[in-house]
């Protein structure tokens, strides 16, 4: 499954660290792109940085209007939007491992109702309100069945080797 993310929705104090972490959810998680509007060219740099020392081809694009994204790959992928008040994702997850290609929207505080709309899937992960990187790092995984985990990032500086006891990195 190729899977793309696309984070939207308007803050009132822009938050850098968590639309990092939801970069980063998407790149360990096996995604291959984030598309985000929230312009800072610091986070783009982490993420390239990461990539550096960590490998694989984790793609960020900066976006100015995320329906054109949205409308962009309406033909070609399935378009999952995660909120609290969407089908529970134990309902909805066996179809949505049958699709090839995905993207998932994530919203920061405010999500307009096109969205919704938009979507083939509005799913929650529980119908409390949470986070959007707990949200997506859970989707990520119940979708790809823990396979994520076994991929390998290609050209990395750096390779860690699972150990019982202490860091084992070459
Ligand atoms: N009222 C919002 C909603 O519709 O989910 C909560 C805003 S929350 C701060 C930011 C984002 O986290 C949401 O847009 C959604 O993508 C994700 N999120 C939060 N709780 C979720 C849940 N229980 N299920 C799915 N996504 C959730």
């Not at 639309?19 to 959810?25: F, G, I, Q």
């Not at 985990?149 to 070459?170: D, H, Q, T």
């Amino acid at each position: 499954m190729n899977i793309e993310i696309l984070r939207i929705g308007q803050r009132v104090l822009r938050d850098d660290r968590v639309t990092t972490h939801v970069a980063l959810v998407a790149r360990a998680f096996g995604a291959s792109k984030i598309y985000m509007n929230e312009i800072n060219p610091d986070i783009r740099d982490t993420i390239n940085q990461i990539n550096t020392t960590w490998g694989g081809k984790f793609e960020i694009e900066f976006i100015t209007d995320w329906k054109n994204v949205i409308n962009s790959k309406k033909n070609t992928s399935k378009i999952i939007h995660l909120t609290m008040y969407g089908e529970n994702i134990n309902e909805i997850q066996n179809d949505i491992q049958k699709e090839k290609e995905v993207l998932i929207v994530v919203g920061a505080e405010k999500v307009p109702r096109d969205a919704y709309d938009k979507a083939d899937y509005n799913v929650s992960i529980g119908n409390q309100p949470h986070s959007e990187i707990s949200a997506l790092a859970i989707l990520l995984d119940r979708i790809q069945n823990g396979v994520q985990f076994e991929k390998k990032f290609e050209n990395s500086k750096r390779v860690i080797i699972p150990s019982k006891n202490g860091k084992n990195v070459i």
